[in-house]
């Protein structure tokens, strides 16, 4: 299972996290080993991982703590990342949506 998450409009870049999320988290589910990553490792791969925790179960301080406990205290420092995981991704989706 492999995927690229590609920066475009805010609507389809969240929609992406979204469906990798997912994926992450219904690998876990299986009980297979997961690795979210990106380019420098800490905004989009800590939205993807953060939101997968949150489908696992975990809430959004807890999921965006344990991102920055495991990957680096400087994961998720993209203030509107943060915002969509706060507002939930569907939601912020939306938004953005509507925005643009």
Do not use: K
């Not at 469906?19 to 791969?45: M, Y």
Request: one cysteine or more.
């Amino acid at each position: 299972m492999g995927g690229h998450v590609r920066m475009g409009a805010a609507g389809e870049q969240i929609a992406e996290a979204e469906r990798f999320a997912v994926l992450a988290a219904e690998a876990v589910r299986a009980g297979r080993l997961t690795l979210v990553r990106c380019h420098t490792g800490l905004n989009r791969s800590g939205l993807v991982g953060a939101q997968a925790l949150v489908e696992l179960g975990l809430g959004v301080p807890a999921a965006i703590d344990r991102v920055r406990q495991r990957r680096s205290p400087r994961a998720l420092h993209n203030r509107l990342f943060v915002q969509y995981l706060e507002s939930g991704l569907p939601t912020a989706r939306l938004l953005a949506e509507l925005d643009s």
